[in-house]
Nanobody, 124 residues
Framework: QLQLVESGGGLVQPGGSLRLSCAAS????????IGWFRQAPGKEREGVSC????????YYADSVRGRFTISRDNANDTVYLQMNSLKPEDTAVYYC?????????????????WGQGTQVTVSS
């Protein structure tokens, strides 16, 4: 059974850091690009970052470029999102998702499988 499970969310002060993990099971992880999305209350789900399946190409939204880093560990079927210099506007539920599409898709509709989400709250 295909499954994506996010972890690592929590409450952090502005300027702090968190590392999110997305653990995959039940499918050929190496062949899938993995994306991170977030959704704040009253807002649409937006793409944050994505890493491709074969050449580790990456995408970052302008709002997080230079602060967030995505990486994948194919040996352990896990993708990470290191989030530094966090801001209150980063507060949202963060989801990871998998797609068999080539490259680094950014639209949620391109992704086939989704995790349940993990809450990130940046507040003093």
């Amino acid at each position: 059974q295909l499954q994506l499970v996010e972890s690592g969310g929590g409450l952090v002060q502005p300027g702090g850091s968190l590392r999110l993990s997305c653990a995959a099971s039940g499918f050929s992880f190496d062949y899938y690009a993995i994306g991170w999305f977030r959704q704040a209350p009253g807002k649409e789900r937006e793409g944050v970052s994505c890493i491709s399946s074969f050449d580790d190409s990456t995408y970052y939204a302008d709002s997080v470029r230079g602060r967030f880093t995505i990486s994948r560990d194919n040996a352990n079927d896990t993708v990470y999102l290191q989030m530094n210099s966090l801001k209150p506007e980063d507060t949202a539920v963060y989801y990871c998702a998998a797609t068999s599409a080539v490259g680094v898709p950014t639209r949620p509709t391109r992704f086939d499988y989704w995790g349940q989400g993990t809450q990130v709250t940046v507040s003093s």
